[in-house]
């Protein structure tokens, strides 16, 4: 089965607001693209995976992630989080009317494509299924199967949300780096401790929150964030 990944990436000058103050306004915008770059990589890298959408009106964004092999979507109905996320999978469907259909975080730096496979041949028993952050209450992946409306519920407490519509969980063992998203300070720490990939390992090289979290070569302590 080959899956047609959906990514939401708002404006960057609005992406990861709760970063500013630990890395910087400066750095914040740059640190959030290098999350895109970085999970973008590791998805197209997964051979369940057949294509990455994603749905942004960022320009410079649309052309760093298309220059790696994204599909760039407009974000037409410009109404939040959750209508990017159902228009990225009515664009992808016209086009492959029977693919199974995945929304996955922008922010998730971590991602490693073997975990990613295993996170998706889990979703591909159900009809929908989603699987829950790091936190448990939140959700960076949901997916849905041919025939099935991914009728998305991101944002905040989304996990009951999503359990509520009727998805069902999914919690494969060993795939902590689809889980971990990034959105505080503690959570890019957390991430590092994973190990990210190679853009947001650049860009956080030099940072006094993270000192300690990198090696002596500037990659982050980890094993890398695209295998």
């Not at 609005?14 to 400066?26: N, T």
């Not at 190990?195 to 650049?202: H, I, L, M």
């Amino acid at each position: 089965m080959h899956w047609s990944l959906v990514v939401p990436l708002k404006p960057l000058a609005l992406a990861k607001s709760r970063l500013a103050e630990a890395v910087g306004a400066m750095l914040r915008p740059r640190l959030a693209l290098a999350f895109a770059q970085d999970t973008v990589a590791a998805a197209l890298a997964c051979p369940a995976v057949a294509d990455v959408a994603v749905v942004t009106d960022d320009p410079l964004a649309a052309a760093e992630l298309s220059a790696i092999g994204a599909r760039i979507v407009p974000d037409t109905p410009a109404a939040g989080l959750n209508a990017a996320l159902a228009h990225g999978a009515d664009v992808v469907r016209a086009g492959r009317p029977g693919a199974p259909v995945a929304a996955l975080n922008a922010d998730l730096p971590a991602l490693r494509a073997a975990e990613l496979a295993l996170v998706l041949a889990a979703g591909a028993q159900f009809p929908r299924a989603f699987l829950p952050d790091s936190a448990g209450i939140g959700t960076t992946f949901l997916a849905a199967g041919a025939g099935w409306e991914l009728r998305p519920a991101f944002g905040g407490p989304s996990r009951n949300r999503h359990l509520r519509s009727g998805a069902v969980e999914i919690a494969p063992a060993g795939t902590d780096s689809v889980r971990r998203d990034v959105d505080t300070a503690d959570d890019l720490l957390a991430a590092l401790t994973l190990g990210v990939g190679p853009r947001t390992t650049a860009h956080c090289a030099g940072l006094p929150l993270l000192r300690g979290h990198l090696a002596g070569d500037g990659r982050a302590v980890g094993q890398g964030g695209s295998g």
